[in-house]
């Protein structure tokens, strides 16, 4: 398994697409969720993550973005502002027991990461407007997300975190 969260010589066409979102309040804080059913371990530590979700076919990053927000938290994309859209592709592979649970031909994700800011209220995060994903959510230092994590994403988010450290400004 490649620990390196950049592209590395993989081959794109063997990870599936998929978009990631770190949603920061006003304070600079970024959104985690709880996966629902306490994620696919039984280590409670690792069962929180930010907004992530597939690319449908015809749907470009910046779409499936806005749609995976509604899905996953209810928040409506009137109420964030893009700050930042992550070059290049990150990457992360299945462990080995989680590939030989799984069907398709996919050795992990690739990642397009979107940085927003949240203008709305805390009453506008719902999480039982779509299929939950997660049981509850909360605000989180940028900088906490790589600990809580499941351990075969975290470089994705050790990654992420230096690169979007930016955006933990308050405003």
Same mark, same amino acid.
Request: charged share 30%; no cysteine.
């Given at each position: 398994? +490649?620990?390196?969260?950049? %592209?590395?010589?993989?081959?794109?066409?063997?990870?599936?697409?998929?978009?990631?979102?770190?949603?920061?309040?006003?304070?600079?804080?970024?959104?985690?969720?709880?996966?629902?059913?306490?994620?696919r371990?039984?280590?409670?530590?690792?069962?929180?993550?930010?907004p992530?979700?597939? +690319?449908?076919?015809g749907?470009?990053?910046?779409?499936?973005?806005?749609?995976?927000?509604?899905e996953?938290t209810? +928040?409506?994309?009137?109420?964030?502002?893009?700050? %930042?859209?992550?070059?290049?592709?990150?990457?992360?592979?299945?462990?080995?027991?989680?590939?030989?649970?799984?069907?398709g031909?996919?050795?992990?994700?690739?990642?397009?990461?979107?940085?927003?800011?949240?203008?709305?209220?805390?009453?506008?995060?719902?999480?039982?407007?779509?299929?939950?994903?997660?049981?509850?959510?909360?605000w989180?230092?940028?900088? %906490?997300?790589?600990?809580?994590? +499941?351990?075969?994403?975290?470089a994705?988010?050790?990654?992420?975190?230096?690169?979007?450290?930016?955006?933990?400004?308050?405003?």
């Open positions: 398994m +490649i620990a390196h969260p950049l %592209e590395n010589g993989r081959d794109p066409t063997l990870y599936r697409a998929n978009v990631g979102l770190a949603v920061f309040s006003k304070k600079g804080h970024v959104m985690v969720g709880h996966r629902a059913g306490g994620g371990n039984d280590d409670q530590r690792f069962s929180w993550q930010m992530q979700g597939g +690319i449908d076919r749907e470009t990053p910046a779409e499936a973005s806005l749609r995976e927000l509604k996953e209810g +928040i409506n994309p009137s109420m964030v502002e893009l700050l %930042e859209e992550l070059d290049p592709w990150l990457y992360y592979d299945f462990p080995p027991d989680l590939k030989a649970r799984l069907t031909p996919y050795l992990g994700q690739r990642q397009k990461w979107f940085a927003f800011r949240f203008k709305g209220s805390e009453s506008d995060v719902r999480l039982d407007e779509h299929t939950p994903e997660f049981d509850a959510w909360r989180a230092e940028l900088a %906490e997300a790589p600990a809580l994590v +499941i351990p075969f994403k975290r994705v988010y050790e990654e992420v975190a230096r690169r979007f450290v930016r955006w933990t400004e308050p405003v």
